[in-house]
């Protein structure tokens, strides 16, 4: 829970519930956040779903080697953990009755930020158009039932190929876990690259890697370096020059290098290249963090105004990537993370150019991970897209549109960085691999947008 947010502390006090719950007032939970050596989840985990259950029977195991208590009964007196239902065998619209029939009773025994993970299938790779509506049917429900969930329970949708579901259990994973704390109502799509995850371990991800994060001097970007750091990775961290004294906080805290650069200088690329080549040995993921705004009415936005936002946020990466993603640049099997923003989904007011810069990251995205060369050389690339993070940004925001901001959403509160840096850690792991062109909201399930 975030310092600053005195009603989710106060209504989570004996006086407080009472009061919220008799004025019918929103009642967010502390979230339960990763630390390692914490269990997956908290209580045993329903499995069920429709026909054979393909995914299962492939994540079962999985499952079970990460510490994950299974059962298809639920028990008569604990509340359960989570639940994982299996739709990828659904052909028509009327399966979805398991789906229902498993899940209506069993969202009643779910405990405290307790998890539901639904797997299905693409159904832009449906044969037919009941299979096609079967499937598209899952998203519906799965974002429905995230907003029924209460006491910090979460939702979400993993859609996977056909003989490819055992790609999906670090998916599967993330979403059981707390790491996923602050991700509620999202679709992450599962590609059928191979997947060996027999020698990562779960408390290390990261281990051999080396990873740069741009903009990690101050909030997001720190976190996420810590975030990587935690998990094995050797940190280079990126920031401009006025910036420097606390990047090389920031960097000595990690144990990695700092290196001080404006990301839009035409070389920035090229020098983050040089700088994990020369100190690390290499690259293997890149965070694009940094960015700015320059909030105005569009009406009121000057052409400098307008064109430094989208020169940060989105051009810089360009001109970065044409070093750092060719073929002597960043190693085979990569991970490129980009942040883009719930801005660049549903737009804001006075934002208009942060907007534009956010949505031509998701741009980003859909084009690198087409790319038939990077495909080639196992490189993803994914973005994230926060929604109200409690940052310094957002405390400056006068008190009633904040309080706005962290109620609208299925979660009722706003976000810590470390869900952000969580969900990216998420994404530079080898267990992605099968992973990319995904744009994940960290919002909370927010009400604004798709």
Known sequence: MARSDRYTAFVNTGVGARLATSLGLPRPVPLRRYTPGQPVTEGQVLVGGHGDTPAVTALRGGLTAAGVSLTETP????????????????????????????????????????????????????????????????????????????????????????????????????????????VDGQVVRVGDAEVDTAAESPEGPLTGKVAVVTGAARGIGADIARTLARDGATLVCVDVPAAGAQLAQVANEVGGTALQLDVTS????????????????????????????????????????????LQVNLLSILRMNEALLAKDGLRDGGRVVLVSSIAGIAGNRGQSSYAASKAGVIGLVDGYSCDPGLRRRGVTVNAVAPGFIETEMTARIPLATREVGRRLSSLAQ?????????????????????????????????????
């Open 414 to 450: 706003g976000g810590l960085p470390v869900d952000v840096a969580e969900t990216i850690a998420y994404f530079a792991a080898d267990a992605q691999s099968a992973v990319s062109g995904n744009v994940l909201r960290v919002c909370g399930q927010s009400l604004l947008g798709a």
């Open 266 to 309: 035409e070389d920035a690329g090229a020098r983050i290249l040089d700088h994990a080549r020369t100190r690390h040995g290499g690259l293997d993921v890149v965070v694009h963090n940094a960015g700015i705004t320059r909030d105005k009415l569009l009406a009121n936005t000057d052409a400098d105004r307008w064109g430094s936002v």
């Open 75 to 182: 028990p008569e007196q604990e509340r359960l953990g989570g639940v994982v239902l299996d739709l990828t065998a659904a052909e028509t619209p009327a399966d979805l009755e398991s789906l229902r029939a498993t899940l209506a009773p069993a969202l009643r025994r779910l405990g405290r930020c307790a998890r539901v993970v639904v797997v299905g299938r693409d159904p832009r790779g449906a044969g037919s158009p009941a299979q096609r509506a079967a499937r598209r049917a899952l998203e519906g429900v799965t974002r429905s039932v995230a907003k029924e969930l209460r006491e910090g329970a979460t939702a979400n949708l993993v859609l996977t190929g056909d003989g490819h579901e055992a790609a999906a259990l670090g998916t599967v994973l993330f979403f059981l876990s707390a790491r996923s704390a602050y």
